[in-house]
């Protein structure tokens, strides 16, 4: 397996909708970083690899669902980076094993599954008790890999832009990679973060949060855009998924759904309806997604 390689090029956009409003649009290529561990899933991943080898640690357990990409990419990195893994998944276990979980489990990562009402309070002392009696001493890497660290991880985007802009954009999960982008940014241009969620007004308070707990300033330069999210997490619409297309057709880059497809229609919506300055130079940063297709 390969290992992840930084930094990612820059890729100029070059459409009539964005010639029209007067705007230049980059995309930093983050998918193309490692086919099994792209994008912002090895940003947020690459420093709490360093903190478990540091603290001692030869097993990393984390969170999440059973279609989970930070799933999929910790099994990843912990074969290429010699650690043990265990991935406790929300719900049942079914059998068999979708693409994503077979994949872990041939990465080597244990699994582990805890029923919905336990999964809530996942990180309460009783549970992380029992997970420990269960799998002995670990390393807690948070669902979706979001902590300080991860953070650090994705700043570390905005090091390697070396043209000016005046818009850095993502998309949102959790937003880890947004809190990383402003903490890059120290001030500097404007971040939009495009959540996938519906009714995510929340992770305006969630970004806040990260930066005061990682130490780091509120410069006020960053924006949650909340009217992307095609009917929620993971939903998709017709119109989104001919956008998908088109533009997979005009640029002969992938978007997926979830995450990019989202952020890249807001992008050229916006573009449209004379949201940005005319002149302006937005980076948007394509986090990757995973390939469940591909061996480990």
Not at 6 to 30: C, F, N, Q, S, W
Not at 202 to 223: Q, Y
Request: with cysteine; proline share 4%.
């Amino acid at each position: 397996m390969q290992e992840p390689q930084t930094p990612t090029p820059l890729h100029e956009i070059v459409d009539p909708v964005l010639v029209a409003a007067g705007v230049t649009l980059l995309m930093k290529r983050d998918d193309l970083v490692h086919p099994s561990i792209p994008g912002n899933k090895w940003r947020k991943l690459r420093h709490n690899l360093d903190a478990a080898r540091e603290s001692g640690a030869d097993t990393i357990l984390t969170f999440g669902g059973a279609y989970s990409n930070h799933i999929y990419a910790t099994a990843s990195a912990g074969k290429l980076f010699g650690f043990k893994t265990i991935g406790v998944i929300r719900g049942e276990e079914h059998l068999p094993l979708n693409d994503v979980l077979r994949h872990a489990v041939q990465c080597g990562m244990e699994l582990d599954y805890l029923d919905r009402g336990t999964y809530r309070r996942k990180y309460d002392g009783d549970v992380l008790a029992d997970l420990r009696n269960r799998h002995g001493a670990f390393y807690l890497l948070p669902e979706g890999g979001t902590n300080c660290h991860a953070v650090r991880g994705c700043a570390e985007i905005v090091d390697e832009i070396d043209v000016p802009f005046d818009y850095v954009c993502c998309p949102m999960g959790t937003g880890g990679t947004l809190t990383g982008v402003i903490a890059g940014l120290a001030g500097r241009a404007h971040a939009l973060g495009f959540s996938s969620l519906k009714g995510a007004a929340f992770l305006t308070g969630e970004v806040r949060s990260l930066l005061s707990e990682c130490g780091l300033a509120d410069e006020a330069n960053w924006t949650v855009m909340l009217d992307y999210h095609f009917g929620g997490f993971a939903k998709r619409t017709p119109e989104l998924l001919d956008f998908i297309e088109r533009f997979g057709a005009a640029h002969r880059i992938s978007l997926d759904f979830v995450y990019t497809g989202k952020m890249m229609y807001g992008l050229f919506d916006l573009a449209q309806k004379g949201f940005f300055p005319q002149g302006s130079r937005i980076v948007a940063v394509h986090t990757g997604g995973v390939d469940a297709s591909r061996s480990a």
